[in-house]
């Protein structure tokens, strides 16, 4: 049995530093770089792709909307046209990034209320689905359980990896609760066996305490804890006596 696990990385910009990049990298297999629209910028591009390169980790693009200020939190009102114009203008910098490196680009997973406006809305899925099926139809999309964005996936043909969650809770279909509910979530042990339980029996427990099912391929861990490497380090254990192999997402799509 395999499993993937993501962190979003490279959100540091100018002199503001965010997430411990190059410990995270010691324990995850596919890279979400921030393209320099909710965070990130040039130079933390570069120097995140190098690093995913030295340790032999995947890369993808984390686009996210026009929002420093909001750090791509806050929801816009935008048309399908612009959702495919962000999503082709940011893969196209990280693209550039990647082959200096001589790495290619992996995957792509949306930043924040990009990512759930497109689990949500079939028409802002479909646009960053068409931008990516003219970059390159091979690339993995990342997408919660039971979402629009899965759904039109399939059936686009565009292979797409589902995506847990090891540091945030979920809802009775799978999907992501954006905003946490409930305590426990400094508990990394149990945490761990909560992506181990995802992973191994496809359950997980809501935040309001029901048992419900999920598909994953793929299992978040949000580099801006301060304590996401000790929580990375007891998930990778965790699966590792469980005997499941960490591994990057295409080996598994």
Do not use: W
């Not at 003219?134 to 589902?162: C, H, Q, R």
């Not at 801006?224 to 490497?229: C, F, M, S, V, W």
Request: proline letters at 3%.
């Amino acid at each position: 049995m395999k499993i993937d696990l993501n962190c979003d990385m490279g959100e540091s910009f100018g002199l503001h530093v965010q997430g411990n990049d190059e410990e995270m990298m010691k324990y995850i297999t596919s890279a979400n770089i921030a393209c320099g629209f909710h965070s990130g910028d040039p130079h933390v591009m570069r120097e995140t792709v190098a690093l995913a390169k030295k340790y032999g980790v995947a890369i993808g693009a984390h686009p996210g909307l026009p929002d420093l200020v909001g750090f791509g939190r806050r929801r816009m009102d935008c048309t399908a046209s612009e959702m495919k114009d962000f999503i082709t203008y940011q893969m196209g910098a990280l693209r550039e990034f990647a082959r200096a490196n001589d790495v290619g680009i992996q995957h792509c997973k949306p930043h924040g209320a990009m990512y759930m406006q497109a689990m949500e809305d079939r028409e802002v899925a479909r646009a960053i689905l068409e931008a990516i099926e003219e970059i390159d139809k091979n690339t993995i999309i990342f997408a919660v359980n039971n979402s629009v964005m899965l759904d039109e996936a399939v059936k686009m043909g565009i292979p797409v990896a589902k995506e847990g969650y090891a540091d945030r809770e979920h809802t009775a279909d799978g999907s992501l609760v954006l905003t946490r509910k409930s305590g426990n979530l400094d508990d990394f042990d149990r945490m761990a066996e909560r992506v181990v339980r995802m992973v191994k029996e496809q359950k997980v427990v809501t935040y309001d305490d029901q048992d419900a099912s999920i598909e994953v391929e793929t299992i978040c861990i949000h580099g801006d804890n301060p304590d996401a490497p000790k929580l990375a380090k007891s998930v990778v254990s965790a699966l590792n006596q469980a005997g499941v192999e960490v591994v990057p997402v295409k080996q598994l799509i």
